[in-house]
């Protein structure tokens, strides 16, 4: 199973991209975990998740993220930010398969 992780900075309306990439992924016939937490609460899971996603809003700490990211004992984690468009219009199916692809 997939564990991919969507980086916010509250999680409103992460919270519904995460249920529409759920769907995607049923669609899809994957079976894969996704949630979101804020920035301040992703250092503790980094060893549970195969890819990390940030919102447009938290791009400014991709940087953060990656550095943090690549010290993970289980090997470097990729790590992107979720294109704006699709997240403006939650693209859920969009947004999964952005995340399958890095996932490989």
């Given at each position: 199973m997939k564990t991919i992780l969507l980086v916010c900075s509250a999680g409103m309306s992460?919270?519904?991209?995460?249920?529409k990439m759920e769907g995607a992924a049923k669609d899809a016939g994957?079976?894969?975990?996704?949630?979101?937490?804020?920035?301040?609460?992703?250092?503790?899971?980094l060893e549970e998740?195969?890819?990390?996603?940030l919102g447009p809003?938290?791009?400014?700490?991709?940087?953060?993220?990656?550095?943090l990211a690549a010290g993970r004992k289980a090997?470097?984690?990729?790590?992107?930010?979720?294109?704006m468009?699709?997240?403006g219009t939650m693209n859920g199916k969009a947004v999964f398969e952005a995340a399958m692809k890095m996932i490989g």
């Open positions: 992460t919270s519904l991209l995460v249920t994957v079976e894969c975990k996704i949630f979101a937490l804020p920035f301040s609460d992703a250092p503790r899971v998740v195969d890819c990390i996603l809003q938290v791009r400014f700490q991709k940087a953060a993220i990656e550095k090997g470097a984690i990729p790590v992107d930010v979720i294109d468009r699709d997240y």
